[in-house]
C-alpha cells in the first residue's frame, strides 16, 4: 500500500540551499479573535521570536527571519533527508504546536502554519532576504497608516482611503500627524533575525597554569537588525 502515496519519494537534489517558509493560515481572524493591540502586538512579536527560536534549535538551519506571521529558514543542509512532504508536514506541524505552546492562550480555533521549499542559489540569498525585508517595511508603514485611519474614520472609510494611497503618501500622513515611524522599535520595520554568534570565554587552564579564551557559539535573537546587505550576511555565515 506504500505505492500509493503521493510524492512520499520526492527530495530536494543534495548539496541544494533551501528557504522553508511558514505562513499562519487565516491570522487576520486570529488577531481578532485575540484582541491584538493595534497597529503592533508586542507579545504576539515575542510569541513568534519564540516560536523561531524553537524551529532554530530543533532543526538547525543557518539563518532564520520573521516578520508578522511569515517565518522564513535558510538550510544549507535539510532534515529528514531532503524528502519534501516530510519537512514540509513536521515544520508545519511544529511551528503551530510551538506557537500554542508559547502563546498560552484560549484559542476559539487551533492555529495553524503551511510550508513550502523554495531552492535557492548563493547569489540569490541577499535578494530574497532584502524582498521579504522591504515586505516588513511595507506592512510597518500600511498597519500604522489604516491604524491611524481607523481612529477617525470608520473602517470602511479608512479602508478606502488607504487603498487609493501610494506608501511614500501614508508614510506622509503619518508624519504631518505627529507619528515618525523613524522613531518606531526596529524589529516592527525591519524584522527579527535569529542566528549563531560566538561569545568570548576566558577560563583558567590548570595544566598550563595561564588563563585561556575559547568561543563558544550560541542562538542570538537580533531584534536591531540592519537594512539586510552582502556584509550582514557574511558576517553570520550565511555567504561568502
Same mark, same amino acid.
Given at each position: 500500500?506504500?505505492?500509493?502515496?503521493?510524492?512520499?519519494?520526492?527530495?530536494?537534489?543534495?548539496?541544494?540551499?533551501?528557504?522553508?517558509?511558514?505562513?499562519?493560515?487565516?491570522?487576520?481572524?486570529?488577531?481578532?479573535?485575540?484582541?491584538?493591540?493595534?497597529?503592533?502586538?508586542?507579545?504576539?512579536?515575542?510569541?513568534?521570536?519564540?516560536? @523561531? !527560536?524553537?524551529?532554530?534549535?530543533?532543526?538547525?538551519?543557518?539563518? /532564520?527571519?520573521?516578520?508578522?506571521?511569515?517565518?522564513?529558514?535558510?538550510?544549507?543542509?535539510?532534515?529528514?533527508?531532503?524528502?519534501?512532504?516530510?519537512?514540509?508536514? /513536521?515544520?508545519?506541524?511544529?511551528?503551530?504546536?510551538?506557537?500554542?505552546?508559547?502563546?498560552?492562550?484560549?484559542?476559539?480555533?487551533?492555529?495553524?502554519?503551511?510550508?513550502?521549499?523554495?531552492?535557492?542559489?548563493? !547569489?540569490?540569498?541577499?535578494?530574497?532576504?532584502?524582498?521579504?525585508?522591504?515586505? +516588513?517595511?511595507?506592512? @510597518?508603514?500600511? +498597519?500604522?497608516?489604516?491604524?491611524?485611519?481607523?481612529?477617525?474614520?470608520?473602517?470602511?472609510?479608512?479602508?478606502?482611503?488607504?487603498?487609493?494611497?501610494?506608501?511614500?503618501?501614508?508614510?506622509?500622513?503619518?508624519?504631518?500627524?505627529?507619528?515618525?515611524?523613524?522613531?518606531?522599535?526596529?524589529?516592527?520595520?525591519?524584522?527579527?533575525?535569529?542566528?549563531?554568534?560566538?561569545?568570548?570565554?576566558?577560563?583558567?587552564?590548570?595544566?598550563?597554569?595561564?588563563?585561556?579564551?575559547?568561543?563558544?557559539?550560541?542562538?542570538?535573537?537580533?531584534? !536591531?537588525?540592519?537594512?539586510?546587505?552582502?556584509?550582514?550576511?557574511?558576517?553570520?555565515?550565511?555567504?561568502?
Amino acid at each position: 500500500m506504500k505505492d500509493y502515496e503521493v510524492y512520499s519519494s520526492l527530495k530536494v537534489p543534495k548539496n541544494s540551499k533551501v528557504i522553508v517558509r511558514l505562513d499562519g493560515r487565516a491570522f487576520h481572524k486570529l488577531a481578532k479573535d485575540l484582541d491584538l493591540t493595534k497597529p503592533y502586538d508586542e507579545n504576539f512579536y515575542r510569541v513568534m521570536a519564540k516560536v @523561531c !527560536e524553537d524551529l532554530f534549535k530543533e532543526f538547525s538551519p543557518s539563518f /532564520v527571519y520573521t516578520f508578522s506571521d511569515e517565518i522564513s529558514l535558510l538550510f544549507d543542509d535539510l532534515p529528514f533527508d531532503g524528502r519534501i512532504e516530510k519537512i514540509n508536514s /513536521v515544520m508545519a506541524g511544529f511551528t503551530s504546536s510551538s506557537f500554542v505552546i508559547n502563546y498560552d492562550a484560549d484559542f476559539k480555533k487551533p492555529p495553524a502554519f503551511d510550508s513550502r521549499i523554495i531552492p535557492i542559489n548563493d !547569489e540569490d540569498i541577499l535578494d530574497y532576504f532584502k524582498w521579504r525585508q522591504d515586505e +516588513s517595511w511595507t506592512n @510597518c508603514v500600511n +498597519s500604522h497608516g489604516i491604524s491611524y485611519l481607523k481612529n477617525k474614520y470608520s473602517n470602511n472609510e479608512a479602508n478606502d482611503k488607504i487603498n487609493g494611497m501610494k506608501l511614500n503618501e501614508i508614510h506622509e500622513l503619518l508624519f504631518q500627524n505627529g507619528i515618525n515611524l523613524n522613531d518606531i522599535e526596529t524589529y516592527k520595520k525591519r524584522g527579527i533575525g535569529i542566528y549563531r554568534k560566538n561569545k568570548k570565554v576566558v577560563g583558567f587552564n590548570k595544566k598550563e597554569n595561564k588563563n585561556q579564551t575559547s568561543y563558544r557559539s550560541y542562538v542570538f535573537t537580533d531584534w !536591531e537588525l540592519p537594512i539586510f546587505n552582502e556584509d550582514f550576511f557574511r558576517s553570520i555565515g550565511v555567504i561568502e
